[in-house]
């Protein structure tokens, strides 16, 4: 069975930071590609931060040089490191996770950003 659990989510003040992890289970972790999503009240659920199995990275540009993902092998987790954060990256953030033929959710964190 799949499972993907984040943690780290929380309140904080503009300006601040948050990290992310997301622990996966039941899959070949090296061989998936790890994304993690957001989802605001109201929006569409978009991409944040993707990296292949490989380690090349590429961000939504709203978070391009603010937050930075990365991915343990050996641990079976993925991260997502935020900084400067901003009320408008309050959201609830998922884990993704696809071996380019299934893909697989985790039930997500809230992360909100007071202003």
């Known amino acids: 069975q799949v499972q993907l659990v984040e943690s780290g989510g929380g309140l904080v003040q503009a300006g601040g930071s948050l990290s992310l992890s997301c622990a996966a289970s039941?899959?070949?972790?090296?061989?998936?590609?790890m994304g993690w999503y957001r989802q605001a009240p109201g929006k569409q659920r978009e991409l944040v931060a993707h990296?292949?199995?490989?380690?090349?990275?590429n961000y939504v540009d709203s978070v391009q040089g603010r937050f930075t993902i990365s991915r343990d092998n050996a641990k079976n987790m993925v991260y997502l490191q935020m900084s400067s954060l901003r009320p408008e990256d309050t959201a609830v953030y998922y884990c993704?996770?696809?071996?380019?033929?299934?893909?697989?959710w985790g039930q997500g964190t809230q992360v909100t950003v007071s202003s």
């Open positions: 993704f996770a696809t071996d380019r033929v299934r893909g697989y």
């Open positions: 039941g899959i070949i972790f090296s061989r998936n590609d």
């Open positions: 990296i292949t199995a490989g380690g090349s990275t």
